[in-house]
């Protein structure tokens, strides 16, 4: 029984339900930016560079049969025997949701930290000196004038 009462503390301490609740978000906010992605910024720059998909962008290495004809689909070129294809799109695609996702995740942990911050409190004045410092501090000021 000892075991069990042991795995019910932590799976319910607030680090592993945090842990859960940041994992489910982020799994959807990755979602998110890959829409982004895909349907926002993607044909963006495939209208800039002219190309309407980016997954079927490759460079054809090796061709012995002569089997890839202009236009082919990836899946398509990479079904050639004895062929070899440099599928360079999809890294394109992946490298931008991964940029995009990174500066989103910074955006959010720098607000996040912005609200963490408390303005610091002004450094409190020194108390004024008591009525026994002020005597004393004069008896000082006489011994040295004379």
């Known amino acids: 029984m000892g075991f069990v009462k042991e795995f019910k503390e932590f799976a319910v301490k607030g680090n592993v339900m945090d842990l859960a609740v940041g994992v489910i978000i982020g799994g959807a906010f ?10 926002l910024v993607m044909p963006i720059v495939s209208a ?3 190309s309407p998909d980016f997954s079927n962008m490759y ?3 090796k061709d012995p ?3 890839i004809k202009d236009g082919m689909a990836l899946a398509d070129a990479q079904a050639v025997e004895n062929a070899v294809v440099f599928a360079y799109g999809n890294f394109i695609t992946v490298a931008i949701n991964f940029i995009l996702l990174a500066f989103a995740v910074f955006l959010m942990v720098k607000g996040i930290n912005q609200l963490r911050r408390k303005e610091e409190p002004a450094p409190a ?5 008591t009525q026994e ?7 000082r000021d006489l011994l040295k004038n004379k």
Not at 30 to 39: P, Q
Not at 125 to 129: D, N, R, T, Y
Not at 133 to 139: D, F, M, R, S, Y
């Open 125 to 129: 004045a020194p108390p004024a000196p």
């Open 59 to 61: 460079l054809v290495l």
């Open 48 to 50: 800039i560079i002219g």
């Open 30 to 39: 990755g979602k998110i930016v890959d829409s982004v992605v895909k349907d």
């Open 133 to 139: 410092q002020v005597l004393l501090t004069e008896i």
């Open 65 to 67: 049969t002569s089997g």
